[in-house]
């Protein structure tokens, strides 16, 4: 705590889930995530930890499966690609509520797609990714020093409530530098209480089933409908979302992640030209910040969404705002780089059609 | 303040590993500073750039698409890098290496023949110091000092002639009008 | 009267649904058997499969974790890496390691995991219904190779024992069989050593068991013996694959 040091974001994503607790950590490798097992070969070996560099995405979530059965804090992480076979394990560990933690620094897709950061695995993570009714709690950091801090958020909050947590960042978050300071004392994981469920030395107690299924009758609606309960505190309680200038913004940018980034320079533009225009950034992805999103339609006359995908956050925005003003999109996707010129050209262009009178037609 | 540099080269002449240092000795320097590189496939042809931002506020985008300074140290980089430049913006060539001139009027130009001043002091390695020395004198976003300071955190196993060296070519650099 | 046998402590009370003249059975007993003897039950985690031994998380009396169709090795892995104490095992079928799995097993062997994997090998896929297995024989009939296995059409049986032999990580290898009461006992001293080299911490060790399926062949249970004694045996036949030990010596 409290030295600033300058790092790449791979690098302090690594570093803040080991300082968090994290004593495991299986991964493949896979640009632009690669400096993270890297990161973790000798770092979890120096706090006494386990590093495996598995055969493939599959084995490394289900020996995160085994890990985190046992109640200890464990981490995987990939990109896109990798996530997406990753997305077996992670939809076993919501069945079985176990609390992983993993992150997806983002790549241009479908398919191999490219190395650039991008933003189009929203649907995948916010939708909870593999199969069967499910939810993961979803961060997207957008500076080094939230990729080094928010790990210890995701365990507190997947272990609280028993789900999967990830972080969402991307190849540039991945791969920028920036100064960081770690803002938790480093967590000594024998400090923490095992949980009543981990798997382990059984003598002298009942036994312990880590399992995803239930055949019997109407039994796995009744444990799904428990855990749909906890989701729903989660969206009660956990949403967050950070606002720039929005008290009197004509116009909202809603953006996360680098995109958010980027969206403060043209937001920084538009104020210089005189421009009210203002920032909403989900922190949360799962939850969405609906309630504060909402809050913000009430006073501004339009919302612009900002996303390097084809459009994919833009319908929770449009859910929160349920039609109460216009919604636009400004998209670059497949790991184009998104700039603040261009952004701040949108803003121009809404503003100018607006001030003419003009419908503002959505998308 | 505020500069937001895209340095440009081969791989091998320190192009990453500039971005890095100029990054440090803002950070250094309490400035707020991002460093973001060319990477993976797009480094496997032998070239390699980096955006850094140094500035009084927060950083916003990490990548520099319109950069108020362009460091480049090879021919190619040129032409890719010079029409990028803000207008009224600094290009800061490396004249050992290139021999095009800019195409363009509304920006200012310094020549820096860095392999000659890394050469003349012995080590061919130090060349892109000579190029950050005019960097921080032309915009004076950075000291000498701050730089030279940032030296041994980035180039941790450098013995210390080796770091004065440096300092050397930084100072060079920056004597360049 | 005097109780000449009982249940083992490390398999619980639950009914088990197995077909009759299943082999699952009598290797759930041995297993158990081997870990009371040993004297792990505290500390025994065992993985169950997908397939038809999916619910042996409810028969065996020890903490345990059913996972994804395969992954057993790796779910091993994850517990003994956290749970060094533990003695870990991956109760799997055939389909299921040597299928969709093979990657996790041949891995897990290669980096010398200290688990034990308990192979049933019965030649067909039993939960989904007889299905064409990686150890179906040529010529043998399933639903998905109604006209019997052709090599042209479906490749070769894999031989499991043989090709993790060709592992150093690999420490303890033998295949045995189920389907006379001789080879049972047999079965049960492959399984006590493959534990025992585990307890040894000495790497990897696997057991792969010859099982009968008289359901999904679909034939009787006595045909079935037969079918191992005539048909498998001579495709996958018995023995020590490997065994640090007898090496040392």
């Given at each position: 705590?409290?030295?600033?040091?300058?790092?790449?974001?791979?690098?302090?994503?690594?570093?803040?889930?080991?300082?968090?607790?994290?004593?495991?950590?299986?991964?493949?490798?896979?640009?632009?995530?690669?400096?993270?097992?890297?990161?973790?070969?000798?770092?979890?070996?120096?706090?006494?930890?386990?590093?495996?560099?598995?055969?493939?995405?599959?084995?490394?979530?289900?020996?995160?499966?085994?890990?985190?059965?046992?109640?200890?804090?464990?981490?995987?992480?990939?990109?896109?690609?990798?996530?997406?076979?990753?997305?077996?394990?992670?939809?076993?560990?919501?069945?079985?509520?176990?609390?992983?933690?993993?992150?997806?620094?983002?790549?241009?897709?479908?398919?191999?797609?490219?190395?650039?950061?991008?933003?189009?695995?929203?649907?995948?993570?916010?939708?909870?990714?593999?199969?069967?009714?499910?939810?993961?709690?979803?961060?997207?950091?957008?500076?080094?020093?939230?990729?080094?801090?928010?790990?210890?958020?995701?365990?507190?909050?997947?272990?609280?409530?028993?789900?999967?947590?990830?972080?969402?960042?991307?190849?540039?978050?991945?791969?920028?530098?920036?100064?960081?300071?770690?803002?938790?004392?480093?967590?000594?994981?024998?400090?923490?209480?095992?949980?009543?469920?981990?798997?382990?030395?059984?003598?002298?107690?009942?036994?312990?089933?880590?399992?995803?299924?239930?055949?019997?009758?109407?039994?796995?609606?009744?444990?799904?409908?428990?855990?749909?309960?906890?989701?729903?505190?989660?969206?009660?309680?956990?949403?967050?979302?950070?606002?720039?200038?929005?008290?009197?913004?004509?116009?909202?940018?809603?953006?996360?992640?680098?995109?958010?980034?980027?969206?403060?320079?043209?937001?920084?533009?538009?104020?210089?030209?005189?421009?009210?225009?203002?920032?909403?950034?989900?922190?949360?992805?799962?939850?969405?910040?609906?309630?504060?999103?909402?809050?913000?339609?009430?006073?501004?006359?339009?919302?612009?969404?900002?996303?390097?995908?084809?459009?994919?956050?833009?319908?929770?925005?449009?859910?929160?705002?349920?039609?109460?003003?216009?919604?636009?999109?400004?998209?670059?996707?497949?790991?184009?780089?998104?700039?603040?010129?261009?952004?701040?050209?949108?803003?121009?262009?809404?503003?100018?059609?607006?001030?003419?009178?003009?419908?503002?037609?959505?998308? | 303040?505020?500069?937001?540099?895209?340095?440009?080269?081969?791989?091998?002449?320190?192009?990453?590993?500039?971005?890095?240092?100029?990054?440090?000795?803002?950070?250094?320097?309490?400035?707020?500073?991002?460093?973001?590189?060319?990477?993976?496939?797009?480094?496997?042809?032998?070239?390699?750039?980096?955006?850094?931002?140094?500035?009084?506020?927060?950083?916003?985008?990490?990548?520099?698409?319109?950069?108020?300074?362009?460091?480049?140290?090879?021919?190619?980089?040129?032409?890719?890098?010079?029409?990028?430049?803000?207008?009224?913006?600094?290009?800061?060539?490396?004249?050992?290496?290139?021999?095009?001139?800019?195409?363009?009027?509304?920006?200012?130009?310094?020549?820096?023949?860095?392999?000659?001043?890394?050469?003349?002091?012995?080590?061919?390695?130090?060349?892109?110091?000579?190029?950050?020395?005019?960097?921080?004198?032309?915009?004076?976003?950075?000291?000498?000092?701050?730089?030279?300071?940032?030296?041994?955190?980035?180039?941790?196993?450098?013995?210390?002639?080796?770091?004065?060296?440096?300092?050397?070519?930084?100072?060079?650099?920056?004597?360049?009008? | 009267?005097?109780?000449?046998?009982?249940?083992?402590?490390?398999?619980?009370?639950?009914?088990?649904?197995?077909?009759?003249?299943?082999?699952?059975?009598?290797?759930?007993?041995?297993?158990?058997?081997c870990?009371?003897?040993l004297?792990v039950?505290?500390?025994?985690?065992?993985?169950?499969?997908?397939?038809?031994?999916?619910?042996?998380?409810?028969?065996?009396?020890?903490?345990?974790?059913?996972?994804?169709?395969?992954?057993?090795p790796?779910?091993a892995t994850?517990?003994k890496r956290?749970?060094p104490q533990c003695v870990v095992f991956?109760?799997?079928?055939?389909?299921?390691?040597?299928?969709?799995?093979?990657?996790?097993?041949?891995?897990s062997a290669a980096r010398s995991e200290n688990i034990t994997l308990?192979?049933?090998?019965?030649?067909?896929?039993?939960?989904?219904?007889?299905?064409?297995?990686?150890?179906?024989?040529?010529?043998?009939?399933?639903?998905?190779?109604?006209?019997?296995?052709?090599?042209?059409?479906?490749?070769?049986?894999?031989?499991?024992?043989?090709?993790l032999s060709?592992l150093e990580g690999a420490r303890y290898l033998e295949?045995?069989?189920?389907?006379?009461?001789?080879?049972?006992?047999?079965?049960?001293k492959a399984l006590k050593k493959a534990f025992q080299c585990q307890l040894d911490n000495k790497g990897f060790s696997m057991v792969?068991?010859?099982?009968?399926?008289?359901?999904?062949?679909?034939?009787?249970?006595?045909?079935?013996?037969?079918?191992?004694?005539?048909?498998?045996?001579?495709?996958?036949?018995?023995?020590v694959y490997k065994d640090l030990d007898a090496k040392k010596g």
């Amino acid at each position: 705590m409290g030295e600033k040091l300058l790092m790449k974001g791979n690098e302090a994503l690594a570093e803040g889930a080991v300082r968090a607790g994290c004593r495991f950590f299986a991964g493949y490798p896979i640009t632009p995530q690669n400096e993270v097992p890297e990161y973790m070969s000798w770092r979890l070996s120096e706090a006494g930890g386990t590093f495996i560099q598995a055969e493939s995405e599959v084995a490394a979530i289900n020996m995160l499966y085994g890990a985190a059965a046992t109640g200890t804090r464990t981490m995987t992480s990939s990109s896109s690609p990798g996530i997406s076979l990753k997305q077996e394990g992670v939809s076993y560990c919501a069945g079985a509520d176990l609390p992983i933690f993993f992150a997806n620094v983002v790549r241009g897709g479908p398919g191999l797609g490219n190395i650039s950061g991008s933003q189009g695995d929203y649907f995948q993570s916010t939708r909870g990714g593999g199969h069967g009714d499910y939810r993961v709690f979803v961060m997207a950091p957008n500076s080094v020093e939230e990729m080094g801090n928010f790990p210890l958020k995701c365990y507190e909050t997947a272990e609280k409530y028993r789900v999967p947590a990830m972080i969402l960042a991307d190849g540039i978050l991945g791969q920028m530098m920036e100064p960081i300071e770690f803002k938790f004392e480093a967590i000594d994981p024998k400090q923490l209480k095992a949980p009543d469920w981990a798997l382990g030395v059984n003598e002298g107690r009942p036994k312990r089933i880590v399992r995803s299924y239930d055949l019997r009758e109407g039994a796995l609606e009744h444990l799904t409908l428990s855990r749909a309960k906890r989701y729903k505190e989660i969206e009660d309680k956990e949403a967050l979302c950070e606002e720039k200038m929005t008290e009197d913004a004509d116009l909202i940018l809603v953006a996360y992640g680098t995109a958010s980034r980027v969206c403060q320079a043209a937001l920084k533009m538009a104020r210089e030209s005189g421009l009210k225009v203002g920032l909403a950034r989900p922190i949360t992805l799962w939850p969405f910040p609906k309630k504060k999103l909402s809050e913000l339609s009430a006073r501004a006359k339009s919302l612009l969404v900002v996303e390097m995908s084809l459009g994919q956050m833009i319908e929770d925005v449009k859910l929160a705002v349920e039609c109460r003003l216009s919604v636009h999109l400004h998209a670059r996707c497949s790991g184009a780089v998104l700039t603040g010129e261009e952004v701040f050209q949108a803003v121009q262009g809404l503003l100018k059609k607006s001030k003419k009178g003009e419908a503002l037609c959505s998308r | 303040m505020h500069q937001g540099v895209r340095i440009s080269g081969f791989g091998g002449q320190g192009i990453i590993s500039s971005g890095i240092l100029l990054a440090y000795s803002g950070m250094l320097d309490g400035k707020h500073v991002s460093f973001f590189p060319s990477y993976g496939a797009e480094m496997r042809g032998g070239t390699a750039n980096c955006s850094v931002v140094i500035s009084s506020e927060d950083v916003t985008s990490p990548i520099v698409s319109e950069p108020d300074t362009v460091i480049v140290m090879n021919e190619p980089s040129l032409a890719k890098f010079e029409p990028l430049l803000k207008p009224g913006g600094l290009l800061i060539i490396n004249s050992s290496l290139v021999n095009t001139k800019p195409k363009r009027t509304d920006i200012r130009t310094v020549c820096v023949p860095c392999n000659k001043i890394a050469e003349e002091l012995g080590s061919a390695k130090i060349a892109n110091m000579a190029a950050l020395g005019a960097f921080a004198a032309q915009t004076q976003a950075l000291s000498i000092e701050a730089i030279a300071k940032a030296l041994p955190k980035v180039f941790k196993r450098a013995k210390p002639e080796i770091l004065e060296l440096n300092v050397k070519a930084l100072k060079r650099g920056a004597e360049i009008n | 009267m005097q109780q000449v046998n009982k249940k083992p402590k490390s398999l619980t009370e639950a009914r088990m649904h197995y077909c009759p003249g299943c082999g699952h059975g009598i290797a759930h007993r041995l297993v158990a058997e081997c870990i009371d003897e040993l004297g792990v039950q505290g500390r025994a985690v065992g993985v169950a499969p997908v397939g038809c031994s999916v619910f042996a998380d409810d028969y065996f009396n020890c903490d345990m974790i059913q996972g994804p169709h395969g992954r057993g090795p790796a779910i091993a892995t994850g517990i003994k890496r956290c749970r060094p104490q533990c003695v870990v095992f991956s109760y799997q079928g055939d389909g299921d390691l040597a299928s969709i799995g093979m990657a996790e097993t041949i891995h897990s062997a290669a980096r010398s995991e200290n688990i034990t994997l308990v192979f049933i090998n019965n030649s067909i896929y039993g939960m989904t219904g007889g299905q064409m297995a990686p150890t179906t024989l040529l010529g043998q009939k399933s639903t998905t190779s109604p006209k019997g296995r052709d090599a042209a059409v479906n490749g070769y049986p894999i031989r499991v024992c043989e090709l993790l032999s060709q592992l150093e990580g690999a420490r303890y290898l033998e295949r045995t069989s189920v389907h006379s009461a001789a080879h049972v006992i047999k079965t049960k001293k492959a399984l006590k050593k493959a534990f025992q080299c585990q307890l040894d911490n000495k790497g990897f060790s696997m057991v792969e068991v010859l099982s009968m399926c008289p359901t999904n062949l679909g034939i009787t249970p006595k045909e079935c013996v037969k079918f191992i004694a005539e048909k498998m045996l001579p495709q996958y036949p018995l023995g020590v694959y490997k065994d640090l030990d007898a090496k040392k010596g």
